[in-house]
């Protein structure tokens, strides 16, 4: 007999699983719409011929590949790495930043690198993936008339479009389509896989490793350009990883293992068996393995699954551009949160109007899935290898695991990772160039943030000097500056320095508040904080000035609402009573202008003096009521 707690989580897990489905696996779950006739492409620089021979060759390739680089890097091994439930590269960095082990300070920086490239490859990929995931399903056209093939970049360009501009308005409402549309897809995937294998059977001996490992071995030339394409077939695993957070190891891993992977896997080798049977149905397989009169509402379901993996990939986007924010990689970003029970679910305006642009840049530049592929697969092996690196680096410092076993999986997986970093960078004058250029900019953008951040940090505190030494000051000399009723709140960087805007009040206008608040907002290495860990309060050396420092901290997938979070401190906290309803806030704002101190390159400079202008309000990110918000200028140079 089933226990009560048993029975209620079954239907909570089966709806987390439908969920993942519609979320997480959209990127890979579309990707046999292109792998296999991309792999033959007779344009390709490095052509694969098209024999019984390589076709089983490359089946096993893609299966094998699949199992090493999804399975077992990701289901098995990378998942189990976790910050708090979060997964993905920034979640490696920040338990890279947190266990940093001592005497290894250059090891653990060239990581912090990495992982930054990591991220900056993944917003590369943010840009490729919806372009070549609609063009593929929309190609499907030429399958049922020629004739349609002048319509497919418009048509994409359409969808995209309507995609983007769809952004703005969440997709709470949409989301609850996307898990039974995706099992929809999956279920449809594998029964036309099983109908090409009916064809052929024989098809079902690529299962074996021999198969891939007799054509590496025996047609290395070959199998080794092959592994370009074939790349295609993992792409979206990072998703796997980085969605973690929303739906949990548990019901993503058992989503891959027994409905994903195997849909997949039937596909591949249904495409192949129908290949085997005709060697010219390798021009479109997958369309191919449905019948003429349902290749129309094919065509229809793999747009709409195309969409869901593009959406995907955006919501990914936006969830990296905003954590990497909140580490100090990136401006602080403009973030709305479209849904009330979903915490996931972010709108970036910034990044949501930068991928538009490029996307659609991309889909009229290059005009065809096809083309896409070559620079495609550079930007996943490059994340992907870079996930192994941090994986196994943290497990060999954190697990109690066997040396000799890690790297074991260390040296079998970073070989398999470098075959397909390798192969792909000899496409780099087809197309690699591009994500590799895209990353490399905003790996440039994001380190220069954060280095030019450091120093203008530096400078501000400075500049406004010791907050004790000030507050020691006003009671020295009380008469030299007059109270007046009301609650002040100042936000400041840190509890260190004095706030150039209550320096500046009292400096110039020799008044100060009744209740004084200066608050610090700081954002933690972990998703989400617990309440009792929210505040904490520091008196300043008097409980009874009415002058009090609080340090406000909040996960880095939190949005800081400072009102609401005020208004949950206590009367006792804050030396009396805070009049929150006509509180005055105060901001210091600070000009930023380029000096000619030698830390920094001068193009560096003017790179961060250009993105500090896309910085976000303080006022809307902090949750301010507008009309009681006081901002007091100071120019710091850089």
């Keep these: ?10 239907p909570l897990r089966l709806a987390l699983i439908v969920g993942a489905l519609g979320v997480v ?12 006739q991309t792999v033959f492409n007779p344009n390709d620089p490095h052509p694969v011929p098209l024999t019984t021979d390589n076709l089983y060759g490359v089946i096993s390739l893609i299966v094998w590949s699949i199992v090493l680089i999804v399975t077992v890097t990701y289901v098995l091994l990378a998942m189990r790495m976790d910050n708090d439930g979060e997964g993905g590269i920034m979640a490696l960095l920040t338990l890279l930043r947190r266990w940093t082990p001592g005497g290894r300070t250059r090891t653990v920086a060239l990581l912090s690198a990495l992982a930054v490239l990591g991220a900056a490859l993944f917003l590369g990929d943010s840009m490729i993936t919806p372009a070549i995931s609609v063009l593929s399903a929309i190609e499907g056209l030429k399958v049922i008339n020629p004739n349609l093939g002048e319509l497919v970049v418009p048509a994409t360009a359409v969808i995209l479009l309507i995609l983007f501009l769809l952004q703005r308005f969440g997709s709470t409402v949409v989301g ?20 090409g294998i009916a064809h052929d059977p024989r098809i079902l001996l690529a299962l074996l490793p021999t198969y891939a490992i007799g054509f590496f071995v025996g047609h290395f030339q070959i199998a080794f350009f092959a592994l370009a394409a074939v790349v295609l077939a993992v792409t979206g695993a990072e998703a796997l990883y980085a969605d973690m957070g929303h739906f949990g190891r548990r019901p993503i891993s058992l989503a891959w293992l027994f409905i994903v992977f195997p849909a997949c896997g039937i596909s591949y080798l249904g495409q192949g068996a129908l290949v085997l049977q005709d060697h010219a149905n390798i021009s479109a397989p997958f369309f191919l393995l449905a019948p003429g009169w349902g290749r129309i509402a094919l065509v229809v379901l793999a747009t709409a699954a195309t969409v869901i993996a593009s959406q995907a990939v955006i919501s990914g986007a936006f969830s990296v551009a905003s954590q990497a924010a909140g580490l100090g990689y990136l401006p602080r970003l403009r973030v709305a949160h479209t849904s009330s029970s979903t915490h996931g679910q972010i ?3 910034w990044i949501n109007w930068l991928l538009m642009v490029s996307v659609l840049t991309l889909v009229f530049t290059f005009r065809s899935s096809a083309s896409l592929a070559f620079a495609y697969g550079m930007a996943v092996t490059g994340t992907i290898m870079i996930t192994t690196v941090l994986f196994f680096y943290l497990a060999r410092h954190r697990w109690t695991t066997p040396g000799w076993l890690l790297w074991g999986g260390a040296v079998v997986l970073g070989a398999v990772d470098l075959l397909f970093v390798a192969v792909n960078l000899t496409k780099f004058v087809h197309g690699a160039w591009l994500p590799l250029a895209i990353g490399v900019i905003a790996f440039t953008v ?27 000051n006003l009671r020295i000399t009380p008469d030299l500056v007059d109270r007046v009723p009301g609650t002040a709140i100042f936000l400041n960087p840190g509890s260190a320095t004095t706030p150039l805007a209550l320096r500046a009040n009292v400096e110039h206008n020799h008044v100060r508040h009744e209740r004084v608040i200066i608050l610090s907002v700081e954002i933690d290495t972990v998703p989400r904080l617990p309440e009792s860990e929210r505040f904490t309060v520091d008196d300043l050396g008097d409980p009874t000035d009415g002058i009090t420092h609080v340090t406000a901290r909040f996960g880095y997938t939190e949005t800081p609402d400072v009102p609401r979070t005020l208004a949950t401190l206590s009367p006792e906290q804050t030396e009396g009573p805070l009049d929150l309803d006509k509180a005055t806030y105060f901001l210091s704002k600070i000009e930023l202008r380029e000096g000619n101190a030698p830390e920094m390159a001068r193009w560096r400079k003017r790179l961060f003096l250009a993105a500090s202008h896309i910085t976000s309000d303080a006022s809307n990110h902090f949750g301010l009521p507008r009309d009681r918000v006081i901002v007091m200028g100071s120019q710091i140079e850089l």
Excluded: C, H
């Design 1 to 10: 007999m089933n226990s009560p707690a048993r029975t209620a989580r079954s």
């Design 25 to 36: 696996f959209g990127d890979i779950g579309t990707s046999p719409i292109y792998t296999l």
């Design 176 to 195: 609850r389509l996307f898990g039974p549309v995706m099992v929809l897809w999956f279920l449809v995937v594998a029964v036309l896989g099983i109908g």
């Design 347 to 349: 709108y970036v305006p």
């Design 446 to 472: 994001m380190t220069t943030w954060q280095r030019g951040r450091q120093l203008i940090t530096a400078r501000r505190t400075k500049a406004e000097g010791s907050l004790v030494d000030f507050v020691q």
